[in-house]
């Protein structure tokens, strides 16, 4: 098994756990879409309680690769994702944060296309 298929794996369980069901070809897009980062320690997390790591998720990936206009949606968007998982959860990985906006946001089509 490669490094990047040990990595969808670790979110697919993650997610169970969670009990978050998953398209698995869209987490393989998204997962992919993080490049390299997937595999370092510290950059392959979301910190929720760094602000500017917040803010930096909202204007790389949900203004510049999703597209979206910045609003208060926008905030919200990236609440609701905490909450699934888990404000206290040390481990929100940032592929899986990544897939949990894409669907929140129904921008499945960008990694469809």
Do not use: W
């Not at 879409?33 to 595999?39: F, T």
């Not at 320690?41 to 998720?57: H, T």
């Amino acid at each position: 098994m490669s490094k990047f298929d040990e990595k969808v794996a670790l979110y697919q369980e993650e997610f169970t756990k969670l009990k978050v069901s998953v398209d698995e070809v869209l987490l393989r897009a998204v997962t992919k879409g993080c490049g390299p980062v997937i595999y370092l320690p510290d950059a392959s997390k979301v910190s929720s309680s760094d602000k500017a790591e917040l803010d930096r998720v909202k204007e790389n990936f949900l203004m510049k690769k999703l597209g979206l206009p910045d609003n208060a949606a926008l905030d919200a968007g990236i609440k609701a994702v905490i909450d699934i998982l888990g404000s206290s959860n040390s481990n929100k990985y940032r592929a899986m944060f990544y897939y949990l906006l894409v669907k929140h946001f129904k921008k499945e089509s960008i990694y469809t296309a």
